[in-house]
């Protein structure tokens, strides 16, 4: 009978990461340094007056200074509506990644300010956007890909008359080398291992071999399901093949489960759960409520307050009931920033009293705020990323909440072009939340780069350390798909299936085998997962399996691993 001993040690990958993930969530009294220096902005500190800086007709532009000496441009708007601030001329690269900041500050109340480009052809960029305050410095954070060389003017503008007070202001300019250098992704989802097998008695095992196993990755990447599934083996084959997650299209919505009121059936998402269990795939559970009116069930929509409330209890007790401790995660109140339904009818703190009750019900399950466009679409005004910080905000702070395990929601429904570096400067600044973010509806409309684009958002939310699981939007019908469908009505791949099977591929890369040194040591660059690892060695009478887990939580820590063979 032997004993050993293997020991594996899981720590950080030191790597470069060329971006500055550095974001403002708050009002700051005085603006922080510009970021990269200002990138190819010139004076973006105004410390040298309004030198290559420009104000638009109508508008006066002078360079103030605080009472602590930081010097920026205001433009004054006297009554303009929308108002615009200082703008520069700058040179765009065509095929250019740009990364886009500015302290912005506005003289009376609080509104959406907007960056803008406007190229040669007077055809205007978005660029990002902020909720922009009276009497503090808030920071904007975007960036966009210019589509064309040439000139082209940078400025803010705000849909209000207010004066525009601006620095600090830097545009940073990337190639697509740059700005998906690998070393990005492999800091965010790799660990640095060191295992060390040796006999009980502290020998090492010399030469023993090793086989590695990835039994789980440690990265949830999933797929919408739909009950199609149900009758059609080759698709859940399919599926199940490729994807650790799943997220029902509408089985699980009100409207599906109980179409007429007091009349439930949950056959169908019970039959779901049970495919999606025998496979290890876990489900999202969507939605319990959507805060949009015209996806009440129609018997929801005429219900005076008393009445909606009682309804709304019974739905929770219903479907949270059921499915606590089945499912990992559940979208409370869908659709949140968009719609009102809920507030308009039960008021203003409906939804954080769903949020409670949700909690109370499931407290294992992550609650997400799922929302659109605040990825998506930089001049959606009613999805910023600070407003949906500050909703987020509202939920958390109401009475019994401070404890739920909350998440961030992002649709990511992308238009045929989409905005990565938008993409990346809105994660940033929600990663400031402190709490988890997924991806969760991701589709690209289609379009003649629909997969190029889409490998570029994959691999944008892959990379952010933020960013703690991705799902697909693109779930199988026999009579089309949703937006964007991954396989033919053979389970033959399309293009972007292609590209979801290469990255499958890519992020669960990991060694098949390796040899310890004379010490019984071995060091590996392994994706964070679950492994199987097979020790063989002359003093065993047999290969020893164990189970691993490698990811984050493990960093710094030494892990001791007895196999009794």
């Known amino acids: 009978m032997h004993w050993f001993l293997l020991h594996v040690s899981v720590g950080w990958m030191a790597q470069a990461v060329p971006y500055d993930y550095r974001s403002s969530l708050e009002c700051m009294g005085n603006p922080k340094a510009p970021l990269y220096n200002g990138g190819t902005i010139r004076n973006g500190e105004f410390n040298n007056g309004l030198m290559s800086w420009s104000a638009p007709r109508g508008v ?12 920026f441009a205001a433009a004054l708007s006297r009554g303009a509506q929308p108002s615009r601030s200082v703008f520069q001329k700058i040179q765009m690269q065509s095929d250019t990644h740009y990364a886009l900041s500015a302290w912005l500050q506005v003289s009376n109340g609080t509104v959406d300010v907007k960056a803008t480009v406007k190229a040669a052809n007077s055809a205007l960029v978005a660029a990002g956007a902020a909720v922009v305050k009276a009497g503090c410095w808030t920071m904007l954070k975007g960036g966009m890909t210019a589509d ?28 697509a080398e740059e700005w998906n250098a690998q070393p990005f992704t492999d800091r965010t989802r790799k660990s640095s291992v060191r295992i060390v097998a040796r006999s009980v008695d502290g020998m090492p095992l ?4 090793l086989g590695i196993k990835l039994s789980r990755p440690g990265f949830p990447f999933g797929n919408a399901m739909w009950k199609e599934i149900l009758d059609t083996p080759a698709y859940e084959q399919w599926f199940a093949s490729r994807f650790t997650v799943a997220t029902f299209e ?10 007429a009121q007091g009349h439930e059936d949950y056959s169908v998402p019970d039959t779901m759960l049970q495919l999606a269990g025998k496979h290890g795939i876990r489900v999202r559970g969507h939605n319990v409520f959507w805060d949009d009116q015209k996806w009440q069930a129609g018997w929801v929509r005429p219900l005076g307050p008393a009445q909606l409330q009682a309804a709304v209890e019974e739905r929770v007790w219903s479907a949270v009931g059921r499915y606590a401790g089945k499912v990992i995660a559940w979208d409370v109140v869908n659709e949140n920033l968009h719609y009102n339904f809920f507030e308009s009818r039960l008021g203003p703190d409906a939804s954080a009293r769903i949020y409670s009750h949700v909690g109370q019900l499931d407290r294992n399950a992550i609650l997400f705020m799922n929302e659109f466009n605040t990825l998506e679409q930089p001049m959606d005004t009613d999805a910023l990323p600070a407003k949906y910080a500050a909703k987020m905000g509202l939920i958390r702070a109401y009475s019994g909440n401070a404890g ?3 998440a961030v929601g992002l649709e990511s429904h992308f238009p045929a072009t989409p905005n990565v570096p938008y993409m990346r400067a809105a ?14 509806e991701v589709d690209v409309a289609g379009g003649p780069m629909q997969e190029r684009y889409l490998e570029e958002v994959l691999r944008e939310g892959y990379g952010h350390p933020s960013v703690e699981g991705i799902v697909m939007w693109a779930a199988w019908h026999a009579r089309g798909c949703y937006v964007m469908c991954l396989t033919d009505n053979s389970f033959r791949n399309l293009p972007v299936g292609d590209v979801v ?7 669960n890369a990991h060694p098949k085998a390796a040899t310890a ?30 189970a691993v887990t490698v990811d984050a939580s493990s960093s710094g820590q030494k892990h001791v691993i007895d196999i009794k063979v």
């Open 404 to 406: 739920l395990r909350v």
């Open 148 to 175: 064309s060389s040439g000139p082209a003017e940078l400025f803010f503008q705000a849909d209000a008359a207010v004066d525009m007070l601006v620095d600090s202001v830097s545009l940073q300019p990337f190639t």
């Open 60 to 71: 006066v532009a002078t360079v103030s200074t605080s009472p602590s000496g930081n010097k």
């Open 206 to 209: 010399a030469n023993a071999t």
């Open 250 to 259: 509408d089985e699980m919505k009100w409207y599906s489960t109980e179409p």
């Open 427 to 440: 994660l940033d600044t929600l990663g400031q939340l402190g709490i988890p973010i997924w991806l969760t």
């Open 501 to 507: 099977d290469k990255l499958i591929a890519e992020w």
């Open 517 to 546: 040194d004379a010490n019984g040591q071995v060091k590996l660059d392994l994706v964070d997962g679950q492994y199987d690892l097979t020790v063989n060695h002359p003093s065993l009478r047999a290969p020893a399996v164990r």
